[in-house]
């Protein structure tokens, strides 16, 4: 008998290519030199659509509304050509370029509407955390050291993932695809 009566926490987000969550990674090396340990240091490049909590019956529902949400979802492509270091939100994070924003904010905005769950968290607009809760020293040994940045990848990919309790840091545990078809006649109305 399973006694867990505790929900787990959960992220949904936009899942970059191999390739820019590598690139991510050694920015986030650089920084680690530069002003050692951060919140965020060891997470995969990302963006966080939502965060939410469930038990796994109730993830079942996430994972089909997923699943029905990217069969009818083009992929599209995105860049991301700027690396902000904000002392009010005490965070560097990268922004997608002028073209690449309303798209991702749409998508990001599309899954939000219908997904129902417990103690449902959105994320802000996209974005592409680099690291979090920074003090204003880490943030004013970090000014200028990232310019622009060049950042193109096909926006393809949604993955869930699973806070690990031991780690402190979300892990994927699905992923799905976009696969472009035309939508199935009311499949997200399900989940109003």
Request: hydrophobic share 40%; glycine share 4%.
């Amino acid at each position: 008998m399973n006694t867990n009566l505790k929900r787990d926490r959960y992220s949904i987000i936009v899942y970059p290519s191999p390739l820019i969550r590598y690139y991510i990674k050694g920015l986030k090396n650089i920084l680690a030199k530069r002003v050692g340990w951060y919140s965020s240091r060891n997470s995969e490049a990302h963006i966080t659509i939502l965060e939410f909590d469930a038990f796994e019956s109730e993830l079942a529902m996430a994972i089909r509304y997923t699943k029905l949400f990217c069969y009818a979802q083009k992929q599209f492509h995105v860049s991301f050509d700027k690396i902000v270091n904000s002392h009010i939100n005490t965070c560097v994070f990268a922004l997608p370029d002028e073209s690449s924003k309303p798209n991702l904010n749409k998508v990001l905005k599309m899954f939000r509407k219908n997904f129902k769950g417990i103690n449902v968290k959105f994320g802000t607009n996209a974005h592409i955390s680099i690291a979090r809760n920074m003090n204003d020293k880490q943030l004013n040994s970090v000014d200028n050291i990232f310019d622009e940045i060049d950042l193109n990848f096909e926006c393809d990919t949604i993955a869930i993932r699973k806070l690990n309790s031991m780690k402190g840091q979300f892990e994927v545990i699905y992923q799905f695809n976009f696969l472009g078809y035309p939508p199935i006649e009311g499949q997200l109305d399900l989940f109003e």
